[in-house]
């Protein structure tokens, strides 16, 4: 029988990021144990990643914050939109020229890609960011039948991100530990 385990990504008391983990043993993780991914804000709730897996989520986990930290994930200053209206309109419309969009390097900053929301993690100025985007709901399906239906055009001119946060760099340092010490759980209880 499955149980369920929570991690907890502490920003602050009302903001974190919450990994549930759907495992069959209450003391290790394993790979491929189910997680959904969910951030919360005050009440308000993202689900950032649902049907997946604790490995694959948990190794870019490790790799964002180390990357922030040790200052590879620099976000171009040329970039001056936010990247959730830059990801909408590059898969909205791939004729976007280079010209246009500064940084087709966008997606290295994509931490998780969720159905509605994109996560993006990146530093900017020397300053850690997280930021959870919006995602137009049928870039890759049709409306189904009965669904109210928003024309693209009206998503991309109502469009605003959903949050940016400032990642102070003691957080950043709780969360490198604390995913290492998940990972190295995963990677000894695989062998």
């Not at 385990?5 to 043993?25: A, E, H, L, R």
């Not at 897996?53 to 180390?66: A, S, V």
């Not at 990357?67 to 040329?78: I, T, Y």
């Not at 997606?107 to 919006?134: A, E, R, V």
Request: charged share 30%.
């Amino acid at each position: 029988m499955n149980k369920y385990k929570n991690i907890f990504f502490k920003i602050n008391n009302q903001q974190y990021i919450k990994i549930k983990i759907s495992c069959s043993d209450q003391i290790f993780f394993h790979r491929f144990d189910p997680v959904e991914i969910i951030f919360y804000d005050k009440k308000i709730k993202y689900i950032l990643s649902q049907k997946d897996f604790l490995g694959p989520k948990i190794e870019p986990l490790c790799w964002f914050f180390t990357s922030a930290k040790d200052g590879k994930l620099e976000l171009s200053e040329s970039i001056n939109d936010d990247l959730g209206y830059l990801y909408n309109q590059k898969i909205y419309n791939e004729s976007i020229s280079s010209k246009e969009n500064p940084d087709r390097r966008i997606h290295y900053f994509l931490m998780f890609n969720g159905n509605q929301y994109k996560t993006w993690f990146y530093t900017k100025k020397g300053s850690i960011f997280l930021q959870i985007t919006p995602t137009y709901k049928w870039h890759f399906s049709d409306p189904k039948e009965n669904e109210i239906f928003t024309p693209y055009e009206e998503f991309i001119k109502n469009y605003k991100s959903c949050l940016t946060i400032e990642i102070k760099k003691e957080v950043l340092s709780e969360w490198i530990k604390q995913s290492n010490e998940i990972m190295d759980m995963v990677l000894k209880n695989d062998n």
